[in-house]
């Protein structure tokens, strides 16, 4: 099975940030890949989408996701819960190794297969093999400095890839910022 990666969004100051790192590894041992993007636009750019997890399975929710955002004009909030709701329930869904974090200048949600969606309280998210390093970097840098949420990512996305064997430094950002900003 191809997997393995880290994805981070930060939201600070009206802006946020989501990245991910390039590398899919086969199993435990084999690098096959060091510059696929996991992270991406949808929705007229408005809204991205990073995932984490087998590397199909992962495709396959992010066409989902990106079907009930068009069937809830955009409406980010809705279109995860809707996903989470048919994941948990859809026998083929349940069955899908993946997970994604979605997010808008505004929101920023950590949908899984077990039907949950998660807004964190602390503005910062994070999914995949490398999650906690990078959580941790982007707790301490983004309480602690006055660096912007790219800026954090980039750098604790970094830190993640420097510990774990599962996450490399090809780093991919996206940058959303809300009206006025």
Not at 9 to 14: C, D, L, S, Y
Not at 103 to 129: K, Y
Request: charged letters at 25%; aromatic letters at 4%.
């Amino acid at each position: 099975m191809l997997h393995a990666t880290t994805i981070l969004a930060v939201r600070k100051n009206g802006v946020t940030t989501i990245g991910g790192d390039g590398q899919v590894t086969l199993g435990q041992t084999t690098i096959m890949k060091h510059t696929a993007e996991k992270v991406k636009t949808v929705y007229g750019g408005k809204v991205a989408v990073g995932f984490a997890g087998s590397v199909a399975d992962a495709f396959s929710l992010s066409e989902k996701f990106e079907a009930k955002l068009e069937q809830y004009s955009g409406n980010l909030q809705r279109a995860a819960i809707e996903l989470a709701r048919e994941w948990r329930t859809d026998n083929y869904l349940r069955k899908l190794d993946a997970m994604l974090i979605v997010c808008d200048a505004d929101n920023l949600l950590i949908v899984s297969g077990d039907g949950e969606v998660v807004d964190p309280d602390d503005d910062v998210a994070s999914i995949g093999s490398g999650s906690m390093y990078a959580l941790a970097a982007a707790r301490a840098l983004s309480r602690h400095s006055d660096l912007d949420a790219e800026t954090i990512v980039k750098s604790s996305l970094k830190i993640a890839s420097e510990i774990c064997v599962f996450t490399n430094d090809n780093i991919k950002t996206i940058t959303l910022k809300g009206e006025g900003k």
